[in-house]
């Protein structure tokens, strides 16, 4: 039998990661746009800005086709996951409306 002096720091260590992993990433994301910070971004000419906005547009040409391959190889697994997940989350809803109906008889 587990006692209450043994189980203490167990559900301190459980409390302290469940509160460092709900801090870790916004302090992160605070790290990095305070980084970001410092420098203006680079003035660029006509040619420049006209060369970025060829390169960006054919290469979002090929990032389109990889990822609408992805999403037509995946589909059936993604959706599947999204089934299961709003199944669960139905059956946890029906469990409590339960539960709640039976404390009150």
Do not use: H, W
């Not at 060829?54 to 037509?72: G, M, P, Q, T």
């Not at 989350?89 to 409590?96: A, G, K, N, T």
């Amino acid at each position: 039998m587990k006692t209450a002096q043994t189980d203490t720091p167990r559900l301190a260590g459980f409390l302290f990661l469940r509160n460092v992993r709900a801090v870790l990433p916004a302090c992160l994301a605070i790290f990095f746009l305070m980084a970001g910070c410092g420098q203006e971004a680079p003035q660029l000419s006509f040619s420049e800005r006209s060369t970025a906005d060829s390169i960006y547009r054919e290469e979002l040409k090929v990032l389109r086709v990889e990822l609408d391959s992805f999403c037509i190889q995946n589909q059936d697994s993604m959706t599947r996951a999204a089934v299961d997940s709003l199944y669960r989350v139905r059956l946890d809803e029906i469990s409590r409306q339960l539960n709640r109906i039976k404390n009150e008889q």
